[in-house]
Each structure stands twice: as C-alpha cells, then as structure tokens.
C-alpha cells in the first residue's frame, strides 16, 4: 500500500512539474512571436523622450509624451501618447508617415490581455524584437512585464513576474 501511495505521489508531482515547465514554455513562445508596432531600418539606436511620458495613477497607459529612436542624430521614429486622454492609443511616425497604435491588445489565440507600455520595435537589420515593454494580464490580473531592451540587436528579453522573480531569455530558442 504504502508503494502505491508513492508512485501516486510521485506521479502527480512529476506530471504537475511538467505543466510548470509546459507554462513557461508556451508563455515565452508567445513573447517570442508578438506583433511590433514598429519597423526601422536600423537596429542600436538611442530611445529618447522628449516630451516626458505621463500616465493616470492607476492606468497602464500613458496619455502623454514622446518617445523618439534617434541614431547619429536622425530621427528614425517616434510615438506620441497624445494629449492627455486615456484612450488606450498612440501615433507612430515614421519618415512622416502617420499610424494610430492601439496599445491595448486581446487576440483570439492568447489566453493574454496585453497592453503595450512601450511600442515593439524590429529593424530590418536584426530578426528579434529590439525595444519595447509589454504588460500580460490573464483574467485581468498581472501575470508578466516583459522588457525587450534598448535597440541593440540581441535576443534578450527580461521577463519580470507577478512572484517577484526576473528572468532573462533567449528569444531565439522560442523563436
């Protein structure tokens, strides 16, 4: 009896570590494919904020201020937050052209809510996703904020979780 019991155990401790490990593979799978807001032509630029970012206390979002990609003193884009309101969107502006962002993002194939805090952005001269921060809700609570680092081409992302812990990642082993 007292084997049986222990195979039980063990089985479910073996099969609830998988689930685990299953978890955080899918959840960075997903962080590894997701949309940017932004492509520029160069990768290791300067992120610049002219216009100080402002939010409501209390939102994920900010509703003012400008962000600017900046290298050798050209602008390559930017994001305006707009003028104060919390409409959950920005504009992006790349070589004068004009796109209003949604910065809130619920897709079908995700169990995630995410908000986009700072625009995704890739370059034509690397294959990962260079800058930008992402917030993940599920069932409107914070599971995850991940930052994808500051323009150089790498395939780093840290992940801060809702337990305090920070990870550092290949995206390239989920890519």
């Keep these: 009896m007292k084997k049986l019991i222990f195979a039980i155990l063990s089985l479910s401790v073996f099969l609830f570590s998988c689930e685990k490990i299953d ?45 600017e990609y900046v290298k050798d003193g050209v602008v390559l884009g930017s994001f305006n937050y707009g003028n104060g309101e919390n409409d959950e969107k920005g504009e992006k502006d790349v ?32 294959d990962y996703i260079i800058s930008g921060i992402i917030k993940y809700y599920e069932t409107a609570s914070w599971t ?4 994808f680092g500051d ?15 920070t990870y550092i990642f290949n ?4 890519y």
Excluded: H, M, W
């Design 151 to 165: 323009g150089t081409c790498d395939d780093l992302a840290t992940k801060y979780t809702d337990d305090g812990e």
């Design 95 to 126: 070589d004068g052209i004009k796109e209003e962002i949604a910065l809130k993002k619920e897709e079908a194939s995700s169990k995630y809510e995410k908000v986009i805090i700072e625009p995704l952005v890739k370059s034509d001269d690397c």
């Design 144 to 147: 995850a904020t991940v930052d």
């Design 23 to 67: 978890f955080k593979k899918e959840f960075e799978n997903e962080i590894s494919t997701e949309d940017v807001q932004f492509r520029l032509p160069q990768s290791s630029y300067e992120i610049t904020k002219p216009v100080p970012l402002e939010k409501e206390e209390n939102s994920d979002f900010y509703t003012s201020g400008v962000i």
């Design 171 to 174: 995206i390239s082993e989920y």
